[in-house]
């Protein structure tokens, strides 16, 4: 059996063992020999050692980084390779990850199931929205594709929220899905540095240290991840083929396929999505090794065919003019000229007559396992809110005329048999000859505890196992993509600097906090807080959305990830350096206007209050004072095809400055837009500037909590869960009282000092 393998590893003088285990197989010897079967102990038979290759074990890890140790792995097969990173899923959060692991300088690859299922978007046709946008655009910030790719297949682009402030702007693009898919799959295959496999994973390979008895395996696997030190180190990844790959750092992004299942009515089949196949050896593995599984689940409308909806006396929703991309890389989209309209209608008291009668008929809306409270399903719509009698739903092309003539009905997510969906469709205004192309189905899959991660992704029970995506608890593609290119960077930063031999200590990272912007919220939430519904992000979630706003992440983030070298492209670092001159530009022009309280009241005009304290300021500080702003929505359409009305005092800009209407219309709003929230903005620099402190305060990873007698029970229970790596991020345990701060904040000065 594979787990009866076993080599020396040198530590200091002391010789220890240590062996190649399957991820799942740990506990005992039947499990193992349940696992790996003979395909894997024929592959593995009759095989030399390779050359001694430099790891660190995890004990060289936990302890000091002067700490050597030396191991060598078996020979690989003949049809193995190795690389430095797999990444496991070709969703959206696997497509960021391999390709972040190669920008780091990592040799990666991506396995998955289907090749030509790379980049699907599953569920709805829309890139971005209230948050998510945010999102969107801090990946490409980072040199991510998710958003270049929207802009290339976008087919309307809408700036959500818009009647608000831009703090809380959406950018969104409905995107066609054929394309879309086409232009990653494409920019995958040509990715320096990235190999795509196809195949399923049925396991994952790690070393440990074989000095542990069975017994003492078993206890180490029961262990709550954040109290026990890392007891192993991967090792590789076992296909259903049987095939091995070698490697050091793997990024779990298997979406809703671990232990996925398909509900339709009262039918249940395994499947992670629509005709393919769930990942349930990998799902058993991860239960196996101890770590913490939940249930979550969600779903997908039916898909209609639009040469059959009556749009006549629909309400019609036009996307923006000008466009307003995704990527800092882009100016405008191709399809910008060719915007599809979206239309909107209404269920009904008799659609939900025909649900309410048929609740008995789905097993998915009578399990217990939480679904999304922000996109519930239409049949928990009825049930939450039984005194309304029509909920909203968006007819949205899945593309343009010339790929598909399917519409995705946006609000109608159910699993309803499909012939209790093709009657109540048939209730809703517009619907009334509707044909059904398939029906909407809900999809239940496991994910881990997101506590037993670490900031930068990785699992604190398994060094080198990574986890980004749905898995985490989390629901949506922007979500998805934002924690793939995270792990990714990470797992490829951290291969490279073991290849160079650096010091466990000092590896390279990119990790983000909630003042950097909303993938730092994103997860903080998760690593603390955990999950009880799927997660998703939104503005009302960041303290910080002043500053972390959608037309800035290139300013917050593009050079901290160029400076961890996972910036590819020159050319968006020389587009940043172009950015930050024209705001400079920009600025410079409004600082030059300067009048008296007395002549901005006559060039301002009549309505219009100017205080009259005698004191000179410039265009810039009527800016900041209200005034001035309307011009940089100018040209922009609602969703109804109406001009944006500004609702700002005073004269456009462009009549007052010289030289303002030369400078891009983007650069004018970020100018604008900064100006504004010029108050607020210097007060919140102050609440950074304490959460940087208490940030900066560490938690040792090993701190006995029940030892600081001023917690109770329940606080020892939580820190010692989630085991928080900072100050800060202690005081975001909920159930936490003023007092547990405290006897913290006294402990972690107490450690600082001592170190």
Same mark, same amino acid.
């Given at each position: 059996?594979?787990?009866?393998?076993?080599?020396?590893?040198?530590?200091?003088?002391?010789?220890?063992?240590?062996?190649?285990?399957?991820?799942?197989?740990?506990?005992?010897?039947?499990?193992?020999?349940?696992?790996?079967?003979?395909?894997?102990?024929?592959?593995?038979?009759?095989?030399?050692?390779?050359?001694?290759?430099?790891?660190?074990?995890?004990?060289?890890?936990?302890?000091?980084?002067?700490?050597?140790?030396?191991?060598?792995?078996?020979?690989?097969?003949?049809?193995?390779?190795?690389?430095?990173?797999?990444?496991?899923?070709?969703?959206? =959060?696997?497509?960021? &990850? %391999?390709? *972040?692991?190669? @920008?780091?300088?990592?040799?990666?690859?991506?396995? !998955?199931? /289907?090749?030509?299922?790379?980049?699907?978007?599953?569920?709805?046709?829309?890139?971005?929205?209230?948050?998510?946008?945010?999102?969107?655009?801090?990946?490409?910030?980072?040199?991510?594709?998710?958003?270049?790719?929207?802009?290339?297949?976008?087919?309307?682009?809408?700036?959500?929220?818009?009647?608000?402030?831009?703090?809380?702007?959406?950018?969104?693009?409905?995107?066609?899905?054929?394309?879309?898919?086409?232009?990653?799959?494409?920019?995958?295959?040509?990715?320096?540095?990235?190999?795509?496999?196809?195949?399923?994973?049925?396991?994952?390979?790690?070393?440990?240290?074989?000095?542990?008895?069975?017994?003492?395996?078993?206890?180490?696997?029961?262990?709550?991840?954040?109290? =026990?030190?890392?007891? &192993? %180190?991967? *090792?590789?990844? @076992?296909?259903?083929?049987?095939?091995?790959?070698? !490697?050091? /750092?793997?990024?779990?992004?298997?979406?809703?396929?671990?232990?996925?299942?398909?509900?339709?009515?009262?039918?249940?089949?395994?499947?992670?999505?629509?005709?393919?196949?769930?990942?349930?050896?990998?799902?058993?593995?991860?239960?196996?090794?101890?770590?913490?599984?939940?249930?979550?689940?969600?779903?997908?409308?039916?898909?209609?065919?639009?040469?059959?909806?009556?749009?006549?006396?629909?309400?019609?929703?036009?996307?923006?003019?000008?466009?307003?991309?995704?990527?800092?890389?882009?100016?405008?989209?191709?399809?910008?000229?060719?915007?599809?309209?979206?239309?909107?209608?209404?269920?009904?008291?008799?659609?939900?007559?025909?649900?309410?009668?048929?609740?008995?008929?789905?097993?998915?809306?009578?399990?217990?396992?939480?679904?999304? @409270?922000?996109?519930?399903?239409?049949?928990?719509?009825?049930?939450?809110?039984?005194?309304?009698?029509?909920?909203?739903?968006?007819?949205?092309?899945?593309?343009?005329?010339?790929?598909?003539?399917?519409?995705?009905?946006?609000?109608?997510?159910?699993?309803?048999?499909?012939?209790?969906?093709?009657?109540?469709?048939?209730?809703?205004?517009?619907?009334?000859?509707?044909?059904?192309?398939?029906?909407?189905?809900?999809?239940?899959?496991?994910?881990?505890?997101?506590?037993?991660?670490?900031?930068?992704?990785?699992?604190?029970?398994?060094?080198?196992?990574?986890?980004?995506?749905?898995?985490?608890?989390?629901?949506?593609?922007?979500?998805?993509?934002?924690?793939?290119?995270?792990?990714?960077?990470?797992?490829?930063?951290?291969?490279?600097?073991?290849?160079?031999?650096?010091?466990?200590?000092?590896?390279?990272?990119?990790?983000?906090?909630?003042?950097?912007?909303?993938?730092?919220?994103?997860?903080?939430?998760?690593?603390?807080?955990?999950?009880?519904?799927?997660?998703?992000?939104?503005?009302?979630?960041?303290?910080?959305?002043?500053?972390?706003?959608?037309?800035?992440?290139?300013?917050?983030?593009?050079?901290?990830?160029?400076?961890?070298?996972?910036?590819?492209?020159?050319?968006?670092?020389?587009?940043?350096?172009?950015?930050?001159?024209?705001?400079?530009?920009?600025?410079?022009?409004?600082?030059?206007?300067?009048?008296?309280?007395?002549?901005?009241?006559?060039?301002?005009?009549?309505?219009?209050?100017?205080?009259?304290?005698?004191?000179?300021?410039?265009?810039?500080?009527?800016?900041?004072?209200?005034?001035?702003?309307?011009?940089?929505?100018?040209?922009?359409?609602?969703?109804?095809?109406?001009?944006?009305?500004?609702?700002?005092?005073?004269?456009?800009?462009?009549?007052?400055?010289?030289?303002?209407?030369?400078?891009?219309?983007?650069?004018?709003?970020?100018?604008?837009?900064?100006?504004?929230?010029?108050?607020?903005?210097?007060?919140?620099?102050?609440?950074?500037?304490?959460?940087?402190?208490?940030?900066?305060?560490?938690?040792?990873?090993?701190?006995?909590?029940?030892?600081?007698?001023?917690?109770?029970?329940?606080?020892?229970?939580?820190?010692?869960?989630?085991?928080?790596?900072?100050?800060?991020?202690?005081?975001?345990?909920?159930?936490?009282?003023?007092?547990?701060?405290?006897?913290?904040?006294?402990?972690?000065?107490?450690?600082?000092?001592?170190?």
């Amino acid at each position: 059996m594979l787990r009866r393998i076993s080599h020396r590893v040198v530590l200091g003088a002391r010789p220890q063992r240590s062996r190649v285990v399957s991820l799942g197989v740990c506990a005992s010897k039947k499990s193992a020999a349940r696992t790996n079967g003979s395909t894997l102990n024929n592959h593995l038979a009759n095989n030399e050692y390779l050359q001694p290759r430099r790891m660190y074990t995890s004990d060289s890890v936990a302890s000091s980084s002067t700490s050597d140790s030396s191991s060598m792995l078996y020979k690989a097969p003949i049809d193995a390779s190795s690389y430095d990173v797999v990444v496991i899923g070709g969703g959206h =959060a696997g497509c960021e &990850a %391999c390709t *972040a692991a190669a @920008r780091a300088g990592a040799s990666s690859v991506l396995v !998955t199931q /289907k090749i030509e299922t790379i980049g699907e978007m599953s569920c709805n046709p829309s890139f971005g929205g209230i948050g998510k946008g945010t999102l969107v655009r801090e990946v490409d910030a980072m040199d991510g594709l998710c958003g270049r790719m929207a802009d290339l297949g976008g087919v309307q682009f809408r700036i959500l929220n818009r009647s608000k402030g831009p703090a809380v702007h959406g950018p969104r693009a409905q995107v066609d899905r054929v394309i879309y898919k086409r232009n990653m799959l494409q920019a995958l295959q040509s990715y320096e540095g990235l190999t795509i496999k196809a195949g399923s994973v049925a396991d994952i390979l790690f070393e440990r240290p074989t000095d542990m008895d069975d017994e003492s395996q078993k206890k180490l696997a029961k262990l709550d991840s954040a109290v =026990a030190q890392p007891s &192993a %180190c991967v *090792a590789g990844v @076992r296909l259903e083929s049987g095939e091995i790959i070698r !490697t050091r /750092k793997v990024v779990i992004t298997t979406g809703t396929f671990l232990g996925g299942q398909i509900l339709i009515g009262l039918e249940t089949y395994s499947s992670g999505r629509r005709g393919e196949a769930a990942s349930n050896g990998l799902s058993k593995s991860l239960k196996d090794a101890g770590f913490r599984l939940g249930r979550m689940k969600t779903g997908t409308p039916p898909r209609l065919d639009g040469t059959t909806v009556d749009y006549s006396h629909l309400p019609r929703q036009f996307g923006d003019m000008p466009v307003t991309p995704f990527s800092y890389m882009h100016d405008s989209v191709p399809y910008a000229d060719q915007q599809v309209v979206c239309y909107q209608t209404r269920t009904t008291a008799e659609a939900h007559d025909i649900i309410r009668a048929n609740f008995d008929k789905s097993i998915h809306i009578r399990e217990t396992v939480q679904g999304p @409270r922000y996109c519930p399903s239409l049949e928990s719509k009825i049930k939450r809110f039984s005194s309304k009698h029509s909920h909203a739903v968006w007819l949205e092309p899945e593309g343009l005329a010339e790929h598909t003539n399917t519409i995705y009905p946006n609000g109608i997510s159910n699993t309803m048999p499909a012939d209790i969906q093709q009657q109540f469709l048939r209730k809703i205004p517009g619907l009334e000859n509707v044909k059904m192309t398939y029906p909407g189905y809900g999809v239940q899959y496991d994910h881990i505890d997101p506590r037993e991660l670490k900031r930068n992704l990785e699992t604190k029970r398994v060094n080198g196992l990574y986890m980004a995506g749905q898995i985490n608890g989390t629901t949506g593609y922007e979500e998805a993509a934002a924690q793939g290119i995270l792990a990714g960077s990470n797992a490829g930063l951290a291969a490279v600097h073991d290849a160079a031999g650096g010091a466990p200590r000092d590896i390279p990272q990119l990790v983000l906090d909630r003042s950097d912007g909303y993938l730092g919220v994103l997860i903080d939430d998760l690593i603390t807080r955990g999950v009880e519904e799927p997660y998703r992000v939104f503005t009302a979630r960041s303290e910080y959305r002043i500053s972390s706003r959608a037309d800035n992440a290139d300013l917050r983030l593009t050079r901290r990830a160029a400076a961890l070298g996972l910036v590819r492209d020159s050319a968006r670092i020389a587009r940043l350096d172009s950015s930050e001159t024209d705001i400079a530009h920009a600025h410079a022009l409004l600082e030059r206007v300067v009048y008296s309280p007395n002549v901005w009241a006559a060039k301002l005009g009549d309505g219009v209050q100017v205080v009259l304290d005698g004191v000179v300021r410039s265009a810039l500080d009527m800016v900041r004072r209200g005034f001035l702003r309307k011009d940089v929505w100018v040209g922009a359409r609602d969703a109804y095809g109406e001009p944006v009305k500004s609702q700002t005092l005073g004269p456009d800009l462009a009549t007052l400055v010289p030289g303002w209407e030369d400078v891009p219309l983007d650069i004018r709003r970020r100018v604008v837009t900064e100006a504004a929230y010029h108050g607020y903005l210097k007060h919140q620099q102050g609440e950074i500037n304490t959460f940087k402190r208490d940030e900066g305060l560490r938690l040792p990873a090993n701190i006995d909590y029940s030892q600081i007698g001023v917690l109770s029970r329940e606080e020892v229970e939580k820190l010692s869960a989630i085991r928080p790596d900072t100050f800060g991020a202690a005081k975001r345990i909920d159930g936490i009282t003023p007092g547990g701060i405290f006897a913290l904040l006294k402990h972690a000065q107490r450690q600082s000092v001592a170190g």
